[in-house]
């Protein structure tokens, strides 16, 4: 009897847990027999792997193969442990040596004919490797690499085919060479969208609140009948963004991997993403989900940039109530009969409405709109109020005249100019909450803001007032006193004053420009 260890890693959400495959080669009726809670596609790793060996012109054993994933409570998904499972069976065989197959983590799926396929998961699963391990070393598939890559003090080997990996752990020769460099010691940003705020004119108040939404990491919300420019706003938002930090990029770049969504020719997201589902999808489409397998859906696509709703409601009620919780945590849970998955979820919401259903309502042409008060109270209650309430801006965009549209051409500002402002509003705001975890205005919890950021009594007087009279809420008042700060990052104050509140409470309250 001979047993060989060698080691993988299963994702659970966009976490990587180290998986020791185990194989056994014995007497007994010849077969191979998978155990350790393994789903469909992984019992089906079988015959990939027989193939796979066989045809690599390497003996499969003429025995019994038992091969064990530990831990066994653990369940296990996907065909990223093929290579493990083979590299375990050559060991236990005496194919390769056993030690050589220890230590490492091999990712890959195998093709029959013996190729190494790429997986997706690979940079979250190498994450979780190297914070098990420290300083590991990772076989996976030469179409991977350039995600491999990108995490630093591990040592990645990528490979094309079987034969060429049992070669080299049988000789001991150096590694394989992949045909393109595994490192990616500095990647080049991805290309910013080909539009500008300057292509939006007659809406000077919109864009002023894109601006606060981009400095501070607020929502924001846009009613206007159409042709207004609510859709051209929300897509020139992300420009107004600036890149992302390396830990918030490989937050994104893992969960974009898991879903299978990297751009094969560009191994890392330093953008903000933007993600605008339809409204006909599904709440599992939009929070996660899966029967099998739990796939982060479009709040999670969307951590650290832009969640875009439009005709928001046109969303069913309870898709657009789903999002109330991740909007306050910063993280959805996923839970299925299988297990509770964990995406994190810390986006901007923008949504966009029309007034009624016709869209005429509030507009220079409501003579010709038929929807009775009833029907206009109902379009826009579907939009319910407790999402509402965590709303930190919102935004009347009326229709502009011939006049007013030429004026504003000369007021316009390119996204360069704004977001410039915007980064160095950010960079005050990073200086201030610099011995705490949070960078942005938005992420200041209600406690601390209100013990360490309060401003001054007068400067609070709109708001208190407001609360007073209860069109305030206590949760409306913690996101408009978020919004006042951006507007102090924005105007360079150190603390807000009364015209910075006052404004943060008139975009809360969405009073019309």
């Not at 509402?388 to 996204?415: C, G, N, Q, W, Y």
Request: net charge neutral; glycine share 8%.
């Amino acid at each position: 009897m001979a047993v060989a260890r060698t080691r993988s890693v299963a994702l659970v959400g966009v976490s990587g847990r180290s998986v020791e495959v185990e194989a056994d080669v014995g007497n007994g009726l010849a077969g191979i027999h998978l155990i350790g809670l393994p789903d469909t596609a992984l019992s089906e790793a079988r015959d990939r792997v027989r193939s796979a060996v066989v045809n690599s012109s390497y003996p499969w054993p003429d025995a019994r193969i038992t091969v064990s994933l530990f831990p066994a409570s653990l369940p296990k998904r996907g065909s990223q442990f093929d290579l493990a499972i083979a590299m375990a069976i050559l060991g236990a065989a005496g194919v390769v040596p056993p030690e050589r197959i220890a230590e490492p983590f091999f990712l890959g799926e195998l093709g029959l004919d013996g190729r190494i396929r790429p997986v997706r998961g690979v940079l979250p699963s190498i994450l979780g490797a190297a914070a098990a391990h420290g300083e590991a070393t990772v076989i996976v598939p030469s179409g991977n690499s350039g995600e491999a890559g990108l995490v630093p003090d591990v040592k990645v080997i990528p490979v094309a085919d079987l034969r060429q990996l049992v070669e080299w752990l049988r000789k001991g020769d150096d590694p394989p060479q992949p045909e393109i460099d595994a490192r990616v010691e500095a990647p080049e940003p991805t290309s910013r969208p080909a539009v500008d705020l300057a292509d939006v004119v007659g809406q000077p108040v919109a864009r002023r609140a894109l601006e606060v939404c981009a400095a501070g990491g607020h929502n924001l919300w846009m009613v206007g009948p159409p042709g207004t420019g609510k859709t051209l706003l929300a897509e020139r938002l992300p420009t107004l963004l600036p890149d992302l930090e390396l830990d918030h990029a490989l937050e994104v770049t893992a969960i974009h991997s898991v879903a299978g969504l990297l751009p094969p020719d560009s191994p890392m997201i330093n953008r903000p993403p933007f993600v605008s589902p339809h409204h006909t999808a599904t709440a599992a489409a939009i929070i996660g989900g899966g029967s099998t397998f739990v796939r982060p859906g479009a709040v999670s696509l969307a951590h650290r940039g832009l969640l875009f709703m439009d005709e928001a409601p046109e969303f069913p009620r309870h898709v657009l109530d789903s999002l109330r919780q991740p909007l306050e945590s910063g993280r959805v849970t996923v839970s299925r009969s299988a297990a509770s998955v964990t995406f994190p979820a810390r986006f901007m919401l923008v949504l966009a409405a029309n007034p009624c259903p016709c869209a005429q309502a509030d507009d220079q042409a409501a003579a010709t709109c038929r929807c009775s008060p009833t029907t206009r109270r109902r379009y826009l209650g579907r939009l319910s109020g407790p999402l509402l309430d965590r709303i930190d801006m919102k935004v009347t965009v009326a229709r502009s005249s011939r006049r007013e549209l030429l004026a504003d051409r000369h007021f316009v500002e390119s996204s360069k100019t704004v977001a410039e402002r915007v980064l160095l509003a950010r960079e005050r705001a990073v200086k201030r909450l610099a011995d705490t975890p949070w960078r942005t205005n938005a992420e200041i919890p209600s406690s601390v803001l209100h013990a360490d950021y309060r401003p001054s009594d007068a400067a609070m007087q709109p708001m208190t007032s407001c609360l007073d009279s209860g069109s305030l809420t206590a949760r409306g008042l913690d996101r408009a006193l978020r919004v006042a700060w951006t507007l102090a990052d924005l105007a360079g104050k150190a603390r807000p004053e009364e015209d910075e509140t006052a404004a943060a409470l008139g975009f809360w309250l969405g009073v019309r420009p």
